[in-house]
Structures are given as C-alpha cells and as structure tokens.
C-alpha cells in the first residue's frame, strides 16, 4: 500500500547556474507530497498520518517554509529541493514494514518533479 499526505510551503529563490527569467529573485507556494509505501501493520497502519506530518514539519517545513531557499541549497531546483527532502525524511519514516517511496515537489500548479526510491542515486 501506498500512503500520501499533502503540504505547502512558501518560499523564495533564485537560480545563479540558470540564464534566463528564474535567474532573479521569486517566490512560489510550494505543493509537497510525501508518499511511504508498506504494509499495514497489526494496527492497520503503513505509517501513521500524525507519525508522517510531524516528520514533515520537523525536518522540512520548519526549515523550507518562508525562507531564502539559497541560503540552504546552493542551486535550488526543484529537482535538487527534492533530493535534499528526501535525504532529509527518507530514514524517519523507515520501520520493519515501511519506507519512504516518493517525493513530489510542485513548485507550480502545472510544473512538478517526482522523486522515487528506485530514483535515488548516491547525492552529488
């Protein structure tokens, strides 16, 4: 089973290594989706939604939301906002019967990057 809970922060960035309009400073209300794949355990839970939304909160909205994304990623794209969420999740939410399975980050309401485990290669 597949379990996904939603988020939104708001921040900030720029892109120095891009050349053209998202080279300057802006901002975006980020969508977050954060997805743990598993089997249900004898309380008939993946993981619990409390469980996974304190996670989130902790080690990534605290952080992300309202903030100058470069002061935390040197490039941040959403590809690269992705990779640092889920170095940033990917241990908290492993148990005997679960483990994080995605990451989706939408920077726009037309515009996303999804991030799987089979994905996930060693982070430069």
């Known amino acids: 089973m597949r ?3 939603v988020f939104s922060f ?3 960035h720029f892109l ?3 050349h053209g309009k998202c080279e300057a400073l802006h901002g975006h209300t980020y969508r977050l989706v954060v997805t743990v794949a598993g089997v249900p ?3 008939g839970m ?5 469980l996974l939304k304190k996670i989130v909160q902790e080690e990534v909205l605290s952080v992300l939301d ?3 994304l470069n002061d935390i990623l040197p490039q941040p794209t959403a590809e690269n906002i992705a990779k640092w969420i889920w170095n940033r999740t990917s241990e908290k939410v492993r148990s005997d019967q679960a483990a994080l399975f995605e990451i989706e980050v939408w920077e726009t309401p037309t515009s996303y990057v999804r991030i799987r485990s089979e994905d996930i290669l060693e982070t430069p």
């Open 3 to 5: 379990v996904s809970k």
């Open 41 to 43: 355990d004898p309380e």
């Open 16 to 18: 120095p290594a891009y």
């Open 66 to 68: 309202h903030s100058l």
């Open 10 to 12: 708001d921040s900030a």
């Open 46 to 50: 993946v993981i619990d939604f409390i």
